[in-house]
Every structure is written in C-alpha cells, then in structure tokens.
C-alpha cells in the first residue's frame, strides 16, 4: 500500500516569501508529526497531530511556523516569511495509535521529506 | 525533561565490529524507547524498540540494552556490515503511541 507521502520533494524560495508544504499520511493512521532535519543533524519535533484532540504546537520554532490537519487527513506546514536558517528538510511521519496492544501501535512511518532552500 | 541525548555523534567501525550508541534520558515517565536508522535521502525508519519491564531485547544483529535506574539505553550491532552504514537515531514517548521525541543521530560507518 501507499506509504506517507510529501510534496513537494523540493523547495527552493527567496527569504522573505512563504512556503506550504504538503504531506499526506498512511490512510487510517490518527497521529501525525512534523520534525525538521538541518542538514547533519537530528529530528527536531515541531508539531503532533492525535486524532481530535488539539494539536501539540509546542515544537514550533516562531510564530511563522503553522500547521493544519483536516481531520484524518492531509496536513500542511505552512512558514511565513520565510528565513535562511529555515533550510532544512521537513519530516512528515504518521503512525497507528488504535491501543489494544496492537504491535504495530507507536510505530512512525516516514515520508522521504520536503528539503527547502532559502536564498 | 523532554531531551533525549545520544551519543557519539558518528562512529567508524571495520566490518565485522560492534559498534554501539548510547543514549540517556532525563523524563521517568518515558516507557517506550525505540531506535529508527536512516538511509541519505530517505525518511528514518523503525529498527527494533523496548519496554521498561525488560533489560534487553534483540532482534537479528541488533540488540537493545536497557538500564532503568541510569536511565539509559544503548544499540549493539553485531557483525556489522557495510550496509548497517547509516544515521541511527533513539527516541522516548511517554507511551507507545505518544510524542516521539528523537535523539540527536549517529552516524555510522563500517569500512569493508
């Protein structure tokens, strides 16, 4: 089946414009994440998505930063005005939270990412 | 509380070695600690994860060592291979489908 998907792949702007990035989850997976990779570094965590409840934010790096969720669905990452040390690669990750002792519960399924440029 | 700190930041090992990667935690509420590897260009993706309740856990050439009262945990490759080359990342959750917050990575290389 259809792995996360994420779009677009890449991303070059000019520093000052706003950018969307697109990511659509594993159909039937009720948490989603967002994490920022800057080159030769970790998975920074910017933003969790659980069902109906309101979304973690508190990884959010500025008030520039904004994501949205429709329901179980597609999410975007939207940064405003964007910044040089914006660049970096952009993680979409969905996983299974059913509970019940699912084994596959927790488990993150990653998107190849959106890697942005800003000149 | 919520960080996660691993270490080394990258590793050379010969075909065949061991190589190993730790990590610590600070939250006592973390419960579920797994380790994803990460090939360039690609997302990270699970490799193997523990509970708490246990000390160890393997799974192929990878083994997890868990110590609750140091509050940490490490990965053993055993008789690695030129493709384990990689970024190996830990991660903690308070439960395992909650926040997942990932280490800083390793990146590891094994010479043939």
């Known amino acids: 089946g259809a792995g996360v998907s994420q779009s677009p792949s890449n991303k070059v702007t000019e520093k000052g414009k706003d950018v969307e990035l697109r990511c659509d989850p594993i159909?039937?997976?009720?948490?989603l994440y967002w994490y920022r990779q800057r080159l030769g570094q970790g998975l920074e965590f910017l933003i969790y998505f659980q069902g109906n409840s309101a979304p973690d934010k508190s990884g959010l790096p500025s008030d520039r930063f904004s994501a949205e969720r429709t329901g179980e669905s597609v999410s975007t990452l939207t940064i405003q005005r964007t910044q040089q040390e914006d660049s970096a690669v952009y993680l979409c990750?969905?996983?299974?939270?059913?509970?019940?002792?699912?084994?596959?519960?927790?488990?993150?399924?990653f998107g190849e990412g959106s890697r942005l440029t800003v000149l | 509380q919520q960080q996660v700190k691993q270490s080394p930041q990258s590793l050379i090992v010969q075909k065949g070695g061991i190589p190993i990667i730790n990590c610590a935690y600070e939250?006592?509420?973390?419960?579920?600690f797994p380790w994803y590897q990460q090939f360039p260009g690609k997302g990270p993706a699970l490799l193997i994860a523990i509970r708490p309740d246990v000390s160890e856990k393997k799974e192929g050439r990878f083994t997890i060592s868990f110590n609750k009262s140091a509050k940490q945990f490490s990965l053993h490759i055993m008789d690695s291979q030129p493709g384990d080359s990689a970024t190996y990342f830990c991660a903690a959750s308070k439960g395992q489908g909650g926040k997942l917050i990932f280490g800083q990575g390793t990146e590891l290389s094994v010479k043939p």
């Open positions: 159909s039937g997976h009720t948490a």
């Open positions: 990750a969905s996983s299974l939270t059913s509970g019940g002792g699912n084994a596959n519960t927790g488990e993150l399924f």
């Open positions: 939250n006592t509420a973390f419960d579920y």
